[in-house]
């Protein structure tokens, strides 16, 4: 027998196919469309790490990680902390494993705030225009654009001057 010759019942083909099939009634066994139970599957959610109790989002680009790397969130910890945030306040989101657009993201977690770290990041956004350090806003959303966490977290001259040009832009944004 082969794979090719298998029939199978109209209930077990709803069963498989959700709510992406229609099924017409079938004379051979009486059966209503009504009749049959079809579960519908849930929409994708949006994974992120926080609350995001603040309505703002933090995007980042981590291929390897769920979220990203545990230096770079003790890092994020500081610089929440200095803006009067934690973690529950904000949603961090992984760019690298999201399908979402920034839209859907914007109506979906009903954000106000998006951070965006990094320039892999930014493809979500889809503006390649955002320029690094400058609070722009867009339909009542403020965006930061800046250099990936590691970038900023580096003791040397450059990665202070982007920590001063991002603090700056912080402080501005959240009034601290």
Not at 80 to 85: D, V
Not at 157 to 171: F, I, S, V, Y
């Amino acid at each position: 027998m082969s794979f090719s010759n298998i029939r199978l019942p109209d209930e077990m083909i709803a069963a498989i196919y959700g709510s992406s099939l229609v099924l017409v009634p079938s004379t051979r066994h009486e059966s209503r469309v009504e009749d049959i139970p079809v579960k519908i599957s849930d929409p994708p959610t949006l994974s992120y790490l926080g609350n995001n109790e603040k309505n703002t989002a933090i995007l980042v680009y981590y291929p390897q990680e769920v979220y990203l790397p545990d230096e770079q969130l003790d890092f994020l910890s500081v610089i929440l902390k200095a803006c009067k945030l934690n973690v529950e306040d904000i949603a961090i989101v992984n760019t690298a494993h999201s399908t979402e657009k920034i839209t859907d993201l914007v109506i979906t977690l009903k954000l106000k705030t998006v951070l965006i770290f990094g320039e892999e990041a930014t493809k979500m956004v889809g503006h390649q225009g955002l320029m690094k350090f400058v609070l722009q806003s867009t339909d009542g959303v403020s965006f930061i654009c800046s250099p990936a966490l590691e970038d900023l977290n580096i003791e040397n001259p450059e990665g202070k001057l982007h920590k001063r040009k991002l603090w700056d832009c912080l402080k501005q944004l959240f009034n601290v």
